[in-house]
């Protein structure tokens, strides 16, 4: 019978200098089976990625340093590979011995077998108190031990204590079988995603083992702080998860410290140690357990004072069960064919191909026909498209962001199609309300913020004078900039700052009226009242979604400023559909000796895109030295306002370029390739804050050399100097200076855009959203079944016993 294959996932951050030595043992293990490795590293500046990349076998995926989660990147390596079992290794953690891996795989012989973990010993130079501590250690034992849930009236009868030595696991050095991981994602968390697995994988009726044939050196030498630290969110996890009290008051962590004082020092006696080194170890014993046992007195105190609830356990899917998704978009083709828009249907057919069955809820302006606020389905595409008609006749500011028409609507969907879960991909236009109708149909729900809506009731951050918003929480500054009075963004947002919590309590007492009121002072003091109450309430309805999700740093910042909390908010850029690519990167059509610099401009023709800014640089460059190709609309279409934007834009343009500009309007996505190809420098010299940075992504794709502003989403696509350069926003002159370099420089156009970075596809998207998703209906499996099933008896299993 042929052995499993295996995929080895190491999440990596500055890992030298004991990346290369993990790195090397695990390569050089006796297994017959197919064996592919995966280092997910998060941001290393020490080395790691050339000593990754010095072993061309070992594969490399990288993450920006905010995206690192313990669960969850751990997650995206398992979605990354293919092998039937995964294994978690740490950078860290050194196999011992080439039979590491093939002890820990042999566990899997028995299908019922979840998971399987190795022994942990301490490092050779590691000191005494550290080796006594990881001997000491539950992963420390030389017995091979197996759990399941026998009994369950018996498991539940457990107390904590016994509980949290019956689920120990730990993804040190660890084995999961990936039919059980698709069923059972690890979950989201900076601490203990591996005990979560373990219980949760057991109450699922699966087995884990701990094999100390299985060993690997792995020991720390923490500083004080550092362990009070771990300690504190190690006691967290035990409390919300276990509900164990590792530590209930300052008293026992004393006492505690002192037992384990005067333990060392017995301990420090009988080794053969100089008499300096067991003075020194004996002085900082004190010290090392008074911060261990203060962490774990702090943490079981944080779940008190800051009300953390207690975590429901996490249930397995059935196997193969299908899954079904409601996706809502506030526009949808064949309406619209924007950004988000596009995107989510592009997500959608990725999903399709996965298996994943996706419906859509959308925000349309319906028909002539079509009355509004109504309800209607049809297919787009080949997908249920149930279309909720909004004419935007809303009453007051209030409804701009939570309209009861759209929560009913919603309803009926929900009701009709029974999703196991809701993706929210842009609520405006439709309500923030429907967060809310999802945890009462107990559906989990995820929410991708896109864009900077959640602050901004604009959503760009632009002020009525062009500039820049970079206040997140303006408060009362909102209303001035709505009603388009520049001059009182920043005395009012100041007054809002220092009355503290004073306008938001007082706005509670200006409702909107219904009807609206006639324009006036009343009703501007209702508008901004409701802009007031809008700020706070964005942060608590994100909060209550079961998972957040934004595609930028930028975006992650923001909404950590409006206020929600670290851990709710993941970052996960956007997949993009390369169809339109063919079977790769289009050829690049050469330009001719003497012929003008071809540098490209793709997108929307409005003022904060910043065509105006590359008119002016390629105006200050040598006559003939360049010629600048716009693609995209420069007409403005049927709208009014739009029309006079575009227009005035494209005016500014030619004045300032005259004969070097040349307008190629708007063009099909399917020809993107042919366009960059003819393209010498894409230039992307967007002056507001783009949330994203779609453009930068399609230049990586087709090989584009590329200039850029260096703001928010579109600076975090581009390693200046490296694929790409940056230059201040609104900087003509800069940007001149960039395209100079270029002029003077033919190899280095070719040679930024060698070095561009992969860019993340559709399908990986979809593979990533699988187990996101899966992540959410496990937990909401367990807090609807809280019950463990009972699994099949075997002579080496135990019912809580310790492994």
């Known amino acids: ?250 008293r026992s962590a004393l006492i505690l410290a002192w037992r384990s004082w005067r333990s060392d020092r017995e301990y420090l006696a009988q080794q053969a140690l100089p008499w300096a080194q067991r003075l020194k170890w004996s002085a900082l014993s004190p010290l090392y357990h008074l911060s261990e046992f203060v962490g774990f007195w702090q943490g079981a105190r944080d779940v008190t004072t800051r009300g953390m609830p207690f975590e429901s356990v996490p249930r397995a899917l059935p196997a193969d069960a299908p899954l079904k998704v409601l996706m809502v978009v506030h526009g949808f083709p064949p309406d619209s064919w924007a950004g988000v828009e596009v995107l989510s249907l592009t997500l959608g057919r990725a999903l399709r191909r996965r298996g994943v069955e996706v419906v859509f809820f959308v925000r349309t302006p319906g028909t002539p026909e079509e009355s509004d606020r109504s309800l209607h389905s049809s297919e787009f595409d080949g997908f249920v498209v149930h279309r909720f008609v909004n004419r935007l006749a809303f009453g007051g500011v209030d409804e701009t962001y939570r309209f009861a028409p759209a929560e009913a609507a919603f309803d009926q969907v929900l009701a009709a199609e029974r999703p196991d879960v809701v993706h929210l991909q842009h609520m405006i236009h439709l309500s923030t309300g429907l967060v809310d109708r999802c945890r009462a149909a107990s559906v989990p729900c995820v929410v991708t913020v896109s864009d900077f809506w959640p602050s901004c009731p604009k959503v760009q951050r632009l002020r009525p004078d062009g500039s820049n918003c970079t206040r997140t929480t303006p408060g009362l500054g909102c209303a001035a900039c709505v009603k388009g009075k520049p001059r009182g963004v920043g005395l009012l947002a100041g007054l809002d700052a220092a009355a503290g919590g004073l306008p938001l309590w007082l706005a509670q007492y200006v409702p909107q009226s219904a009807p609206a009121r006639p324009p006036g002072p009343a009703k501007s003091l209702e508008d901004a009242a409701s802009l007031i109450r809008r700020e706070r309430w964005m942060a608590d309805v994100l909060s209550r979604a079961d998972a957040v999700v934004v595609p930028s740093a930028c975006l992650q910042r923001d909404l950590l400023a409006l206020g929600l909390p670290a851990g709710h908010v993941a970052l996960s850029a956007y997949g993009m559909d390369t169809g339109w690519l063919g079977s790769g990167p289009p050829a690049r059509v050469a330009r001719a000796a003497g012929e003008p610099l071809r540098v490209g401009f793709i997108g929307s023709i409005v003022p904060y895109k910043g065509l105006t800014v590359l008119a002016r640089a390629v105006a200050r460059l040598p006559a003939g030295a360049a010629q600048i190709h716009v693609h995209g609309d420069h007409e403005g279409g049927a709208d009014e306002v739009v029309r006079a934007l575009v227009g005035a834009e494209v005016a500014a343009a030619r004045q300032a370029a005259g004969e070097a500009i040349s307008f190629h309007g708007r063009f099909e996505h399917d020809r993107l390739g042919q366009l960059h190809a003819e393209l010498d420098v894409l230039v992307v010299p967007s002056t507001w804050q783009e949330a994203y940075g779609i453009t930068v992504r399609e230049a990586h794709l087709t090989g584009t050399p590329l200039l850029a502003s260096d703001i928010a989403g579109i600076a975090e696509g581009v390693r200046d100097g490296v694929d790409g350069l940056l230059f201040p926003p609104g900087d003509d002159a800069a940007l001149a200076a960039c395209l100079t370099r270029l002029l003077d420089d033919p190899e280095l156009g070719p040679r930024l855009a060698a070095a561009a970075p992969p860019v993340k596809t559709d399908d990986q998207e979809a593979a990533e959203y699988a187990w996101r998703y899966r992540q959410l209906v496990t937990r909401a499996a367990g807090r609807h079944n809280p019950e463990p099933v009972c699994a099949p008896a075997s002579p080496t299993s135990a019912a809580g016993a310790a492994p």
């Open 1 to 250: 019978m042929s052995l499993p294959s295996v995929s080895i996932v190491i999440p990596a951050k500055n890992g030298r200098p004991t990346i290369g030595p993990c790195l090397d043992a695990v390569l050089a293990q006796d297994y017959a089976g197919a064996v592919d490795v995966l280092v997910l590293d998060s941001g290393s500046r020490d080395g790691t990625l050339d000593d990754v990349r010095a072993r061309p076998s070992v594969a490399l995926h990288e993450i920006p340093p905010s995206s690192f989660d313990h669960g969850d990147t751990r997650n995206l390596g398992a979605g990354l590979t293919a092998g039937e079992l995964i294994v978690f290794l740490v950078q860290d953690a050194e196999p011992v011995g080439r039979r590491w891996l093939a002890e820990l795989v042999s566990n899997f012989d028995d299908p019922t077998v979840a998971g399987a973990f190795s022994r942990i010993l301490p490092r050779p130079d590691a000191g005494p108190l550290v080796q006594r501590g990881c001997q000491g250690d539950l992963c420390f034992g030389s017995e091979r031990t197996e759990v399941a849930v026998v009994d369950p009236a018996a498991w539940r009868a457990q107390d904590p204590h016994s509980l949290r030595v019956a689920v120990n696991f730990n993804d040190v050095s660890s084995c999961v079988r990936r039919s059980v991981w698709r069923r059972l994602p690890l979950v989201r968390g900076m601490f203990g995603e591996d005990i979560r697995f373990a219980r949760s994988a057991l109450e699922s009726g699966f087995r884990i083992v701990f094999d100390p044939r299985s060993e690997v050196l792995h020991s720390h030498e923490y500083e004080a702080a550092s362990v009070r630290a771990r300690t504190r969110i190690d006691a967290q996890m035990n409390r919300v998860f276990l509900r164990r009290l590792n530590v209930d008051s300052l």
